[in-house]
T-cell receptor, first 110, second 113 residues
């Protein structure tokens, strides 16, 4: 079946460094992708989205890159802060159904 | 800002009880969703609704039902709670079903004893 997967279950970075979280998807017809941040005990929080007609989209300290050739997207967080510690999910909206990856837990070391 | 609220953050019920989880969104969104989230299994869609009084089964509807009498409110019902329904329950809403992001509530941690 269709899937969305993340490459690494955990990522540890030093405060101030840049973080890169990767995600692969299998459905080449996928046209809308979303990154969510989920802090412990809370619901997923929307970070940024990207549609398949774009390769890159930037927000505040975050950038999402989409490579349709290899079916891969990444979330880059600039100058990572302790408040960025959370689990990050990529999700793909396939005809209204959100397919979620398993999540990458980002830990920020002071 | 989109706001999705859920009636309880934590809930403890006994096996066999009927459980109601309420979700309210204030952005006039057409679509509402109920998920459960379990370690190692990720988020799984239970039911969704794309209009008042309309409902569609998700991936794991067994043991659950839903109600949408008003546009802003979507209820998840566990007719007879069982221990395997202990989970984090997340409600979400979106404006457009197929092209829009879903915004989540804070979640309800349900424990069934």
């Amino acid at each position: 079946g269709e899937s969305v997967g993340l490459h690494l279950p955990t990522l540890s970075v030093q405060e101030g460094d840049n973080s890169i979280i990767n995600c692969a998807y299998s459905n080449s017809a996928s046209d809308y992708f979303i990154w969510y941040k989920q802090e412990s005990g809370k619901g997923p929080q929307f970070i940024i989205d990207i549609r398949s007609n774009m390769d890159k989209r930037q927000g505040q300290r975050v950038t999402v890159l989409l490579n349709k050739t290899v079916k891969h997207l990444s979330l880059q967080i600039a100058a990572t802060q302790p408040g960025d510690s959370a689990v990050y999910f990529c999700a793909n909206n396939q005809g209204g159904k959100l397919i979620f990856g398993q999540g990458t837990e980002l830990s920020v070391k002071p | 800002d989109v706001k999705v609220t859920q009636s309880s953050r934590y809930l403890v019920k006994r096996t066999g009880e009927k459980v109601f989880l309420e979700c309210v969104q204030d952005m006039d969104h057409e679509n509402m969703f109920w998920y459960r989230q379990d370690p190692g299994l990720g988020l799984r869609l239970i039911y969704f609704s794309y209009d008042v009084k309309m409902k569609e089964k998700g991936d794991i509807p067994e043991g659950y039902s839903v109600s949408r009498e008003k546009k802003e409110r979507f209820s998840l019902i566990l007719e007879s709670a069982s221990t395997n329904q202990t989970s984090m329950y997340l409600c979400a809403s979106s404006l457009d079903y197929s092209t829009d992001t879903q915004y989540f509530g804070p979640g309800t941690r349900l424990t069934v004893l």
